[in-house]
């Protein structure tokens, strides 16, 4: 079974940054993409950014700019790095990675942002 877990998660001010992490227990080479969703209370889980193999990030409009994906597949982890954090960033972080049919999920990681 795929096992990813999350890590880097946090109380955070607005207007400061907070860095992600998802260790794999495969190779992420043998996902087709990896991703972070996010939800925040009461709210759907959304797309935040992801990466496919040839490693091109794609980002919502909320993220570009200020997030930024990356992988790192010598220690099959993906990261998220993210810059100025604003408290509607408030949720819950969850780490995807995706193959044909199938998508596994982490357990996610907590983000606060205080204003």
């Known amino acids: 079974q795929v096992q990813l877990v999350e890590s880097g998660g946090g109380l955070v001010q607005a207007g400061g940054t907070l860095s992600l992490s998802c260790a794999v227990s495969e190779s992420i080479f043998s996902f087709n993409v990896m991703a972070w969703y996010r939800q925040a209370p009461g709210k759907r889980r959304e797309l935040v950014a992801r990466i496919d193999n040839g490693g091109r990030p794609y980002y919502e409009d909320f993220s570009q700019g200020r997030f930024t994906i990356s992988r790192d597949n010598r220690k099959n982890t993906l990261k998220l790095n993210m810059n100025n954090l604003q408290p509607e960033d408030t949720a819950v972080y969850y780490c995807?990675?995706?193959?044909?049919?199938?998508?596994?999920w982490g357990q996610g990681t907590q983000v606060n942002v205080s204003s």
């Open positions: 995807s990675a995706g193959r044909t049919y199938a998508q596994f």
